[in-house]
Every structure is written in structure tokens, then in C-alpha cells.
Nanobody, 122 residues
Framework: QVQLVESGGGLVQAGDSLRLSCAAT???????MGWLRQAPGKEREFVAV????????KYVDSVKGRFTISRDQAKNMMYLQMNNLKPEDTAVYYC????????????????WGQGTQVTVSS
């Protein structure tokens, strides 16, 4: 069993930065992890994914060049550095784990955190 807990969300202005963290308990060995988000009235969407060793990543086009996903295997942590935030980035951000080392834009994951709110004002 894996538990995921996000932190680092908040209210910022357009152009600001935030760093989200995801703390995992239980084994994440060999598994891909990702960040997804859900804005009010919209479906949950893929944001970024990283493979087990951290060498392969994929992003949704709208965040490329602004967001960076990373993970620290030793600490069992995953991060999302978000720079130049825009109002359209406002959403609840979820950390998730996929029980396979598969990098894709799918929103299908096996374990989810409870989410952390990110609000970007214009």
C-alpha cells in the first residue's frame, strides 16, 4: 500500500513561482509518478510524469518550459517546480503513482494524494 501527501500549494500572483512536494510512504520502487490537476468545472488533466529513475519526463504542452517535475528516490519524494504561473494554472493539484514504469499522458493511476490547491490571481 502506498500513501501520498501533497504540500506546497497556495495563493500567488501571475508570474510567481511555487514548488509542490509529494511525500510517499510505502514502496515506490520501479514505478512512475505524476502530477495531475483539476480546475473547477473541468475534468482532471495530466500535467507531468516522471519515470522511476527520473531520467524520462513528459509534460502537457501548456506547462512546457515553465514546470519541472523531479523526484528524490532516497527521500521517497516527488516535486513540481512551477514558474511563471498563470491564472489558467489555478486548480487542485494531485500527486499520483502508477504501478508500472510507464511514461504516458494517461490520467490512469493506481494511487492518489488528497490534492493541494493552487490559485493564481491576475
Amino acid at each position: 500500500q502506498v500513501q501520498l501527501v501533497e504540500s506546497g500549494g497556495g495563493l500567488v500572483q501571475a508570474g510567481d513561482s511555487l514548488r509542490l512536494s509529494c511525500a510517499a510512504t510505502g514502496s515506490t520502487f520501479g514505478y512512475a509518478m505524476g502530477w495531475l490537476r483539476q480546475a473547477p468545472g473541468k475534468e482532471r488533466e495530466f500535467v507531468a510524469v516522471i519515470n522511476w529513475r527520473g531520467g524520462v519526463t513528459k509534460y502537457v504542452d501548456s506547462v512546457k518550459g515553465r514546470f519541472t517535475i523531479s523526484r528524490d528516490q532516497a527521500k521517497n519524494m516527488m516535486y513540481l517546480q512551477m514558474n511563471n504561473l498563470k491564472p489558467e494554472d489555478t486548480a487542485v493539484y494531485y500527486c499520483a503513482l502508477r504501478r508500472a514504469n510507464v511514461i504516458s499522458t494517461s490520467t490512469e493511476y493506481d494511487y492518489w494524494g488528497q490534492g493541494t490547491q493552487v490559485t493564481v490571481s491576475s
